[in-house]
């Protein structure tokens, strides 16, 4: 695998405007910025969590070329085992440092959407919810994330690039990622996610996991009243708690000075407002990969619930359709254990013509139907602003009916 760092112009001017298309994977984080191209090997095989780092560790040794050689191995990671992980080890790996909207030109966006279609429709997915309630409120459940999604046609074929760069544009500190998850590769998940679930980075390990969430006003005042209203929430800092606690029992065993904040802080993006807390620690051994560390977190509470594996079959009695790589994972790993892997949301399938946007939200005893379905729709803002439609909140529930 050859690696070759490029100035973050070359990377938008040249490898997203020219060749995305052509390219099998696409990431961009706080810290680096990866294009894939060409596949030197590719694989897609269904792995239990418990085999994943094994069976990636194999991928990589087998790419290296001398016993100093780091190969990088890209890819995605479904939310349920029944679907196959995706990996690649590409010919090529450009790298260069975090692309910021100043170097971003617009992107263009259809602004006629031919149609939009709900799954489930709205009044299913509320009484879902309020089955998920009762469940919650007679203890058979703490949480569980129902999901739903929102199939868009459009007018004109989906420029990929355009939509691309403008995602980095309004999400610049967040995670934006573009894959081709078909072998054919009509298919691409696409999106930018603000949930990073781990990263390794030397013996650095951290997690920022998020629950609780408003979205976002144009006015930075009435933020600051959402922000608050987050933090003094207790239906919002109880969904908080229960992925925090997850996420710190997972970590505890692999981890020393393992640093989890008692209080969550608020951050932003472009559409919402999130509770937050940064979990770091220091690993307790170098061969401790960061697949290993993900395997132990994935699903976390904020995608799935908690107990996991109750909510996990509520999931899947309840949602009407098989979430594939949405609230997955998506990322890279290199041959040493060094790695981020993000969870995938505010994401879409896309094909030629036609987008599957997704959005979840987390239900405890205290949601309210109508509220929840609200909050799905502001998560698919993410996507749906960035192609040009900018729908109302009595809008998006005319949609939903």
Same mark, same amino acid.
């Given at each position: 695998?050859?690696?070759?760092?490029?100035?973050?112009?070359?990377?938008?001017?040249?490898?997203?405007?020219?060749?995305?298309?052509?390219?099998?994977?696409?990431? $961009?984080?706080?810290?680096?910025?990866?294009?894939?191209?060409?596949?030197?090997?590719?694989?897609?095989?269904?792995?239990? $969590?418990?085999?994943?780092?094994?069976?990636?560790?194999?991928?990589?040794?087998?790419?290296?070329?001398?016993?100093?050689?780091?190969?990088?191995?890209?890819?995605?990671?479904?939310?349920?085992?029944? #679907?196959?992980?995706?990996?690649? &080890?590409?010919?090529?790996?450009?790298?260069?440092?975090?692309?910021?909207?100043?170097?971003?030109?617009?992107?263009?966006?259809?602004?006629?959407?031919?149609?939009? !279609?709900?799954?489930?429709?709205?009044?299913?997915?509320?009484?879902?919810?309020?089955?998920?309630?009762?469940?919650?409120?007679?203890?058979?459940?703490?949480?569980?994330?129902?999901?739903?999604?929102?199939?868009?046609?459009?007018?004109?074929?989906?420029?990929?690039?355009?939509?691309?760069?403008?995602?980095?544009?309004?999400?610049?500190?967040?995670?934006?990622?573009?894959?081709?998850?078909?072998?054919?590769?009509?298919?691409?998940?696409?999106?930018?996610?603000?949930?990073?679930?781990?990263?390794?980075?030397?013996? +650095?390990?951290?997690?920022?996991?998020?629950?609780?969430?408003? /979205?976002?006003?144009?006015?930075?005042?009435?933020?600051?009243?959402?922000?608050?209203?987050?933090?003094?929430?207790?239906?919002?800092?109880?969904?908080? @708690?229960?992925? &925090?606690?997850?996420?710190?029992?997972?970590? *505890?065993?692999?981890?020393?000075?393992?640093?989890?904040?008692?209080?969550?802080?608020?951050?932003?993006?472009?559409?919402? =407002?999130?509770?937050?807390?940064?979990?770091?620690? !220091?690993?307790?051994?170098?061969?401790? $990969?960061?697949?290993?560390?993900? $395997?132990?977190?994935?699903?976390?509470?904020?995608?799935?619930?908690?107990?996991?594996?109750?909510? #996990?079959?509520?999931?899947? *009695? !309840?949602?009407?359709?098989?979430?594939?790589?949405?609230?997955?994972?998506?990322?890279?790993?290199?041959? /040493?254990?060094?790695?981020?892997?993000? &969870?995938?949301?505010?994401?879409?399938?896309?094909? *030629?013509?036609?987008?599957?946007?997704?959005?979840?939200?987390?239900?405890?005893?205290?949601? +309210?139907?109508?509220?929840? =379905?609200?909050?799905?729709?502001?998560?698919?803002?993410?996507?749906?602003?960035?192609?040009?439609?900018?729908?109302?909140?009595?809008?998006? =529930?005319?949609? @939903?009916?």
């Amino acid at each position: 695998m050859e690696r070759k760092t490029v100035g973050s112009q070359y990377m938008v001017n040249e490898l997203i405007k020219n060749q995305l298309v052509d390219s099998p994977f696409f990431f $961009s984080s706080p810290t680096v910025t990866m294009f894939a191209q060409g596949d030197a090997k590719e694989y897609s095989k269904v792995v239990s $969590s418990d085999k994943l780092s094994a069976y990636v560790n194999d991928i990589l040794s087998n790419a290296k070329k001398s016993q100093t050689d780091n190969p990088v191995a890209v890819g995605v990671i479904p939310f349920s085992e029944h #679907n196959p992980v995706r990996f690649i &080890v590409p010919e090529k790996l450009y790298v260069s440092s975090p692309l910021r909207p100043s170097s971003l030109p617009e992107g263009v966006v259809d602004e006629n959407p031919s149609k939009l !279609t709900p799954v489930p429709n709205p009044d299913e997915y509320m009484r879902s919810v309020e089955k998920a309630v009762a469940q919650c409120n007679e203890g058979q459940l703490d949480k569980v994330v129902l999901s739903r999604a929102l199939h868009v046609d459009t007018e004109h074929p989906i420029e990929v690039a355009s939509l691309l760069t403008t995602l980095l544009q309004q999400n610049p500190g967040g995670y934006t990622f573009c894959s081709k998850i078909t072998d054919s590769g009509c298919t691409r998940l696409i999106g930018s996610s603000p949930e990073l679930l781990v990263s390794r980075k030397g013996q +650095h390990i951290c997690s920022n996991p998020l629950a609780g969430s408003r /979205r976002r006003s144009l006015d930075e005042d009435e933020n600051e009243a959402l922000s608050e209203s987050l933090r003094q929430s207790d239906k919002d800092l109880h969904e908080h @708690a229960v992925v &925090v606690d997850a996420v710190e029992k997972s970590l *505890e065993p692999y981890c020393s000075n393992l640093y989890v904040p008692m209080t969550p802080s608020v951050i932003k993006t472009r559409a919402m =407002l999130h509770l937050s807390t940064l979990i770091e620690g !220091t690993s307790i051994s170098p061969d401790i $990969s960061v697949l290993k560390l993900a $395997s132990q977190l994935h699903p976390t509470p904020a995608v799935c619930g908690y107990p996991k594996l109750d909510a #996990n079959n509520f999931i899947d *009695e !309840t949602e009407p359709f098989d979430r594939g790589y949405f609230t997955g994972l998506v990322g890279w790993c290199d041959a /040493r254990g060094n790695g981020e892997w993000v &969870v995938v949301i505010r994401c879409a399938e896309i094909q *030629e013509k036609s987008l599957k946007v997704f959005a979840g939200a987390g239900i405890v005893d205290g949601s +309210h139907p109508i509220s929840e =379905l609200q909050e799905t729709g502001n998560k698919m803002r993410t996507i749906l602003n960035a192609i040009g439609i900018d729908l109302k909140e009595s809008e998006m =529930l005319e949609v @939903a009916q």
